[in-house]
């Protein structure tokens, strides 16, 4: 396992809700209650996990990008960090209403961004007044605090991960209209229904938070490195093959370039044979 009961239990991941804001379907999730406080069973959620981790790796793997969600404050840093660390695409400002459902309009967004970068460095930006100069800064650094995370995503997400869905009741929705799998750190007061790899846990305590990131983080850079050394051995495989086959080619080339050669002296003959014969003949006309 990647991660141990101790540490899960270190890291304040097991506090719930209080009984009373307690969702029924974390039901199977809750371990007990003490104080009026519901506590998180610790073994399954170190189970979710390692299964969470383990689809997020072979994502990570297969070349396909994963998009981090966490807008709360105690999550922001954390998931801002590691998304860098793993060059995955992440939102930890606001969620714009359609940013999955609408992608190609936030495309257009991050597009501007790109315009006005060529702007400042083309000289265009020099030769207007210093009005419009600061509505476009003031635009530029608006869609930078927004969209700057997701510059690089080109195209839809292949797993949503969020760190509250109950906070992120947006994202989780317009992932499920997609059919985009959603991966989420659910506390006891929210609906994990709707989340396709539930990860039970406090997602209020900082701490609890960095600890599933981190792990979630370590499985995705393993599985980032297997796909290069999958390449590596694919191109190794490939220059093999093509130096194994390069005599092979050579000797077809010389057959064909026979072959080819052959054709043509055939062709000049096959002309030059009539005009022979039309010159002896008119020779011997000659003669006669």
């Known amino acids: 396992m990647r991660t141990t009961f101790d540490q899960l239990l270190e890291a304040g991941c097991h506090f719930g809700h ?13 371990y007990m209650e003490r104080n009026g406080i ?17 689809a997020l790796k072979n994502i990570a793997r297969s070349g396909r990008k994963i998009l981090f969600v966490a807008t709360k404050k105690q999550g922001q840093y954390i998931v801002a960090e590691k998304a860098k660390e793993m060059n995955m695409p992440y939102i930890t400002e606001r969620w714009a209403g359609g940013m999955l459902t609408n992608f190609p309009t936030i495309r ?35 869609l930078e ?15 949503v991960f969020v760190v509250d869905v109950m906070k992120e009741h947006i994202a989780v929705a317009e992932a499920n209209r997609l059919g985009i799998p959603v991966f989420g750190i659910v506390d006891t007061n929210s609906n994990p229904n709707n989340i396709d790899f539930v990860i039970p846990a406090n997602d209020d305590a900082t701490k609890s938070i960095e600890l599933i990131i981190s792990t979630v983080a370590e499985a995705v850079k393993e599985g980032l490195e297997e796909r290069k050394v999958e390449k590596a051995d694919e191109e190794a495989a490939a220059q093999q093959e093509a130096q194994e086959d390069a005599p092979a080619h050579k000797e077809r080339r010389q057959r064909v370039k026979k072959t080819t050669e ?16 039309e010159k002896t003949e008119e020779k011997a006309e000659e003669k006669a």
């Not at 007044?129 to 530029?140: A, F, G, P, V």
């Not at 605090?145 to 797993?159: E, F, H």
């Open 262 to 277: 052959k054709k043509e002296a055939e062709k000049v003959a096959s002309v030059e044979a009539p005009a022979e014969e």
């Open 18 to 30: 209080l009984k009373r804001k307690w969702n029924p379907a974390m039901a199977p999730y809750i």
């Open 145 to 159: 605090k927004n969209l700057g995370s997701i510059a690089d995503l080109t195209r839809l997400p292949s797993a």
């Open 108 to 142: 257009k967004a991050i597009k501007k961004m790109a315009t006005i970068d060529k702007m400042m460095q083309d000289g265009t930006f020099d030769n207007i007044s210093k009005r419009e100069k600061l509505q476009i800064t003031r635009q530029r650094e608006k």
């Open 38 to 54: 519901h506590i998180i069973d610790l073994n399954k959620t170190a189970v979710k996990l390692d299964e969470a981790a383990e």
